[in-house]
């Protein structure tokens, strides 16, 4: 993989998401151009041997990027787009990780012709187990899709959906869900410690049963309703747990009303 990349803000995501490129060697150091104007992180971005900058104006005339990534938040995207535009009508593709901004912003921002790709990346991405979901424009070539897919599976699993609106579901599942997951534990914890466990042990057993479990569902290849049954033994203490969860689909219920509530507002954040 060769090709310059510019990667325009290099927060917590913005860092992980490069020091993933690097690391894993599907990006060169002396193919990455970091635009960061906050004088620490962009000496953390230097550190990793990649040339630093502290805006737009900065970057080479002659530079002809072959990715451009936005790495922004998004009250700033408006601020921050249009210093790109003299790249629109090159080769350039532009990969925006700013939650909630659709594409239509950046065709306003960019140009209508401009190649863009709209990725929503979750929190675990920062230890390379992330859930990455894209959605391109008509402008994308396949070359490019396939550029950036290689890149973002470096941070996790890379899925694709072809209808942008679904990205408010995306949004409302794996982009909020790990705040679901890490509130499960914090309930997991406060019950374990509710039934005589000390601190500790309760803390330890939450999490680690909450991983454990994740990781046997994503490498058994068994669906996770058949794991279930496999550990639910009939009048057993499992059994008894579950029917106070699924019992009246309690769980199924209030699972559908939380992610309704994020899809919503996240369609009502993207207005």
């Known amino acids: ?32 151009v970091v635009v960061e104007p906050n004088a620490d992180l962009r ?4 550190a990793l041997g990649v040339t630093a900058v502290a805006g737009a104006a900065d970057l ?45 912003l950046f065709e306003a921002m960019l140009g209508t012709g401009a190649a863009i790709i709209r990725c929503m990346p979750n929190t675990p991405a920062a230890i390379g187990k992330g859930m990455m979901v894209v959605v391109s424009n008509a402008h994308v070539t396949g070359e490019a899709d396939a550029f950036v897919e290689a890149l973002l599976e470096t941070s996790g699993r890379v899925a694709r959906i072809a209808d942008e609106d679904g990205m408010d579901a995306v949004t409302a599942v794996s982009g909020s869900g790990p705040a679901y ?8 914890t406060e019950a374990a410690k509710k039934a005589g466990l000390p601190v500790e042990t309760a803390a330890l057993l939450a999490m680690q049963t909450v991983y454990g479990a994740a990781c046997l569902a994503a490498e058994s290849g068994e669906a996770p309703g058949r794991l279930r049954e496999q550990v639910t033994s009939p009048n057993g203490t499992t059994a008894a747990a579950l029917a106070v969860l699924m019992g009246d689909s309690r769980l199924a219920d209030l699972m559908a009303e939380a992610v309704e509530a994020a899809r919503e507002r996240s369609v009502e954040l993207g207005k």
């Open 181 to 188: 997951i890490f509130h499960f534990i914090e309930c997991l």
């Open 1 to 32: 993989m060769s090709g310059k990349v510019v990667l325009v803000g290099c927060g917590n995501m913005g860092y992980a998401m490069l020091s993933g490129w690097l690391k894993s060697g599907r990006l060169a150091a002396s193919d990455a």
């Open 43 to 46: 000496k953390r971005a230097a």
């Open 60 to 104: 080479k005339e002659d530079l002809a990027p072959r990715l451009i990534v936005i790495a922004v938040k998004p009250q700033v995207i408006r601020d921050v787009v249009p210093a790109y535009r003299r790249f629109a009508g090159s080769d350039a593709t532009f990969l925006s990780i700013a939650a909630g901004t659709r594409i239509a």
